[in-house]
């Protein structure tokens, strides 16, 4: 006996709908992507009853004949692809011809549809496949798809849908994706018979404030990179508005919403030096790639992607949101345009570059070194300038960047020095820009583009942090007059004990006295001898509830630690030459516009501005 039965249409069709369309915001999701594919300049998406009873979405595309609106709806109908070869090159979002076939299988549908050249249009309507009429009608040129009583047919569907509230929210997510990156197009979304959003045509940066506020603009800096491989540009957050959660975070390939485990890393790597552990960034980031070396076939709802050059696409994602953040305060403050770009040489297939990484020279200092200065907390490295150092190029190119304030720069570049200097040989710095302390808080000093305040010490933190990452203090640490002895519980002894080699690393030589009781004999250049024992106490007070977290990179945490108790304090009165050091210090750091944990350093006000606004009230 043969058992063996083909399924009807309407039964695969309904079976295939499960995986396409589980919820409302899936056929809210096939929707927008058709009038958007359809070349749309505006989408109406209306929603009643969080999409259980209508999901509506009318567009001004291009519209279907007579025959299209009726063939639209049977499987594998796609205007989209012809031949399996198509697959390589797709620019639009829908390739299956699946959706509307699936959405019909499952709801009452209702088009309306007119191509611009036709004067009148066709509506067809379709209850579970059948085509229950087709007539003509007179309509807006366009197309407008209504789904209503979605999952009416099938009840064990109907019954998995969570509250209203709860769709709802995943319509709106799956609105934002679409139309935050579609920002040419206007959206018009009602829901119950009330505007939730009404966007209009602009650029990415005017559709993510219209979406999330104007605030944005303030939290946001500007991530630009343009390589053979990918186009990157979009928006992430400053590192002081990072959140406890992982919100706002948005990322776009070719247009199209993606999600992509490694790429996300790759963003929220480059934030490791600037905010604290368990603090995310928000971001809005588009990658333009060929399509022939994406492959976003291999999950229905076409939120996965695999790419040909995942490594390199990591890298320079990496370099491109690194530098952004590193950059901000200056980049976004002075309005300069992306910061020297970075050009990668076009890649043979397969090869892995190494991650970009910013060499330093622990040993150079742009302004060669201070003595030690009387008094007061703010002592400098001390540290010798090298002519071959990579870092003097970065630093007198940070001054380049303003071809007409060049003139102006009050910052000497760094004379070259014979080949071995002797560190006691030089006494002053070439930053004699004069600074003015207030409150014993911030420095102002002026800059060609305007006035310079810096919070002093989250400007020292960021220089300690990052002269202690670069590890190789051991050769500046400052001999003691008198060793320091501490003393720890012997709990947190052990823990010493075995932070040690770090420590060493960092400058401090240290020795065991007995179980619990340490001496030492010399640190880094920032220490005051009074202070250790504190410091070494808070170190370890953060370093144990840190390590308490998964994930937690332990060299970061104590420097992090390190540098925030060694930093000068807010109230330490500060001398010329160590306020001139410190803005020198600062500008030769990797991320000089924000604290280890994410506060921000400096902020560079225009005088103009401020005075002409003034005016024009
Ligand atoms: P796909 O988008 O994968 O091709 P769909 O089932 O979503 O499959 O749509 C089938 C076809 O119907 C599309 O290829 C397109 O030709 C046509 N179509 C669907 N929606 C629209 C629309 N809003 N405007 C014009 N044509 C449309
Ligand atoms: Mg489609």
Redesign the pocket.
């Known amino acids: 006996m043969d058992i063996i039965n083909i399924l009807p249409d309407s039964v695969a069709n309904q079976i295939a709908a499960g995986e396409v369309v589980d919820r409302p915001a899936s056929a809210v999701k ?2 927008l ?3 958007l ?2 070349g ?1 300049s505006k989408v109406q998406l209306i929603i009643k009853d969080a999409g259980r009873t209508l999901i509506q ?1 009318i ?1 001004n ?4 004949s007579d025959s ?1 609106a009726r ?3 049977e499987r594998h ?5 012809h031949k399996a070869d198509d697959l390589f090159a797709i620019h ?12 019909a299988a499952i709801a009452q549908v209702e088009m309306k ?1 007119r191509q611009h050249d036709n004067e009148l249009g066709t509506q067809v309507i379709i209850e579970g496949c059948d085509i229950k009429g087709q007539e003509s009608c007179s309509c807006p040129a ?2 407008s ?1 209504a789904v209503k009583n979605l999952f009416y047919n099938v009840p064990a569907r109907r019954n998995f849908l969570r509250k209203d509230s709860i769709e709802l929210s995943h319509i709106e997510e799956i609105f934002k994706r679409v139309a935050l990156i579609n920002y040419g197009t206007d959206f018009l979304f009602h829901s119950n018979g009330k505007i939730l959003y009404d966007l209009h045509a602009g650029n990415f940066a005017e559709r993510i404030s219209q979406m999330f506020g104007n605030s944005s603009r303030e939290r946001l800096c500007r991530v630009d990179e343009d390589t053979d491989i990918v186009k990157i540009h979009g928006y992430v957050t400053k590192p002081e508005f990072a959140k406890k959660t992982r919100g706002e975070q948005y990322l776009f390939v070719n247009h199209r919403f993606i999600k992509h485990p490694t790429l996300n890393a790759a963003i929220e790597k480059a934030y490791t030096d600037v905010i604290p552990e368990r603090y995310y960034p928000g971001y809005f980031i588009h990658l333009e790639v060929d399509p022939s070396r994406i492959d976003i076939n291999i999950h229905p709802t076409k939120t996965e992607v695999k790419f040909i050059d995942e490594h390199s696409l990591f890298a320079i994602l990496r370099a491109a949101v690194k530098r952004a953040i590193g950059q901000f305060s200056l980049a976004t403050e002075l309005e300069f345009n992306p910061v020297e770009e970075v050009n990668f040489p076009p890649m043979p297939e397969g090869y892995v570059p190494k991650v970009p990484e910013v060499s330093y020279d622990p040993n150079y200092n742009p302004f060669h070194s201070t003595e030690k200065s009387s008094g007061s907390g703010y002592q400098s490295a001390k540290r010798s300038y090298k002519d071959d150092n990579p870092r003097s190029t970065a630093w007198t190119s940070f001054y380049d960047l303003q071809t007409e304030a060049k003139k102006e720069v009050q910052f000497a570049e760094p004379e070259l020095l014979s080949p071995e200097p002797t560190i006691s040989e030089k006494t002053t710095v070439d930053n004699t820009t004069p600074c003015l302390q207030i409150q014993n808080r911030y420095i102002i000093s002026s800059l060609p583009s305007g006035l310079l305040i810096i919070d002093q010490h989250a400007a020292h933190e960021r220089v300690i942090f990052e002269r202690l990452r670069r590890q190789k203090l051991s050769t500046s640490a400052q001999q003691l007059l008198f060793p320091v002895n501490c003393q720890f519980s012997p709990a947190d002894a052990d823990i010493f004990t075995e932070l040690m080699p770090d420590l060493k690393e960092y400058g401090f030589e240290i020795g065991n006295i007995g179980q619990t009781t340490f001496v030492i004999t010399a640190t880094p250049p920032d220490v005051k001898d009074s202070e250790i024992q504190q410091i070494f106490d808070q170190m370890l007070t953060e370093y144990k509830s840190a390590m308490l977290q998964k994930f937690a990179d332990r060299n970061q945490c104590l420097c992090r630690s390190l540098a925030s108790h060694m930093a000068i304090k807010a109230g330490v009165q500060l001398q010329q030459i160590e306020m001139q050091q410190l803005i020198a210090d600062l500008f030769c750091c990797q991320s000089p516009g924000v604290s280890p944990t994410g506060k921000k350093t400096m902020t560079i006000v225009n005088p103009d501005n401020l005075l002409n606004d003034n005016l024009s009230k």
């Open positions: 096939e929707l992507e058709n009038a594919d359809a749309a979405v567009d595309g291009c519209g279907m299209d063939l639209c709806f109908a796609t205007s989209k692809i639009t979002m829908g390739f299956r011809g699946e959706a509307l076939a699936s959405i549809t366009g197309t798809l």
